[in-house]
């Protein structure tokens, strides 16, 4: 028989789907909160979370975890299905891209938060220990701020049990192409520790994230690809009945390249995500406040061209594209 489920003050019997809030405060006495619905199944099974909306704009995965919160059925579900439909509350109505609008942090670079640190660090530490370390799987659906984004996942390779779960989720979840998480890209000062799925990864909880969606909107192919991407990891997992409509074995990235400006100015590209370009093939030009031309941005690698930017303004050292190498 399935225990019942509380995550945070919101408590679910075998059979039943709340909804509500988690509420948290910084050490101002700031309040904030996430909401959250928890889809208690009817018989015994896996536990797993749908997150999205750590960073503000990126609509598609949002809008297809509400989808999911409305249509799924908990007398349908072995199991429990946890969603967060939006994670960054605050930013998402401020309409700030990427950080929270209280301390300017990425949200999605401070796992597993501090409970007394800044407002993004107890948000993230809440989220944690509240939902993620209540589960066995997680998917982080993420993608198209400022920008196009062509759909590819990303793994962690934290231990090879997590990693072939995660991919085994990645194979049904639609995507032709897919990033094994380094620890960090040092030409870019980036790193993977904080990411929500890495921190979920070292704690043996399979976690992948999907990157889909476009110039922070709602487009509905984008919305549908995440929602159909979920339901047949679902099926996978047997948290539903069903068999999943998608099999694939996706090419994985032996590594991710940041393209970066020059010059600042106006910017106007001219290649489209998920072309296949080589070495110094022109991506997109930049140029000044009278019209005239700055300079040519060229990829600095051959590869699948996966986030383009579509926001006019553009600084020095800014990144305007992101390359998938292929081995």
């Not at 399935?2 to 909804?19: F, L, M, N, R, Y």
């Not at 967060?84 to 999605?108: Q, R």
């Not at 062509?150 to 995507?175: D, S």
Request: aromatic content about 8%; hydrophobic content about 40%; overall charge negative.
């Amino acid at each position: 028989m399935q225990d019942s489920i509380t995550i945070g003050s919101i408590s679910a019997k075998p059979g039943e789907k709340k909804s509500g809030f988690i509420e948290f405060w910084d050490n101002s006495l700031i309040a904030s909160k996430f909401p959250v619905v928890v889809i208690n199944g009817s018989e015994n099974g896996p536990k797993i979370a749908v997150n999205a909306g750590l960073h503000p704009f990126e609509y598609a995965g949002m809008e297809a975890a509400i989808r999911l919160s409305k249509t799924i059925d908990p007398k349908d579900v072995k199991g429990a299905i946890i969603i967060i439909p939006i994670a960054n509350v605050a930013g998402f109505l401020k309409t700030i891209e990427t950080v929270h609008p209280v301390d300017n942090i990425n949200l999605n670079r401070v796992f597993p938060g501090i409970p007394t640190g800044s407002m993004s660090q107890i948000l993230a530490y809440t989220l944690f220990n509240e939902v993620v370390l209540k589960v066995n799987y997680l998917l982080d659906l993420h993608g198209g701020e400022l920008e196009t984004c062509h759909p590819y996942m990303l793994v962690p390779h934290k231990n090879q049990e997590t990693f072939e779960a995660g991919k085994r989720m990645a194979n049904v979840y639609g995507p032709d192409y897919l990033w094994e998480l380094p620890d960090s890209l040092p030409e870019v000062g980036w790193s993977s520790s904080g990411l929500l799925i890495t921190q979920a990864s070292l704690r043996g909880i399979p976690a992948i994230v999907i990157e889909a969606g476009q110039n922070a909107r709602i487009e509905e192919s984008h919305a549908q690809f995440h929602l159909n991407g979920i339901s047949n990891v679902l099926k996978q997992l047997q948290i539903i009945k069903g068999e999943p409509t998608r099999h694939g074995n996706p090419k994985i990235f032996k590594k991710m390249v940041f393209v970066t400006s020059t010059a600042s100015g106006m910017f106007y590209p001219v290649a489209k995500e998920g072309m296949e370009v080589a070495r110094d093939e022109p991506l997109a030009e930049v140029r000044d406040f009278f019209g005239n031309p700055l300079t040519t941005i060229r990829a600095n690698a051959g590869g699948i061209l996966l986030h383009v930017s579509h926001s006019p303004p553009i600084r020095n050292g800014g990144v305007i594209a992101m390359i998938g190498e292929l081995p």
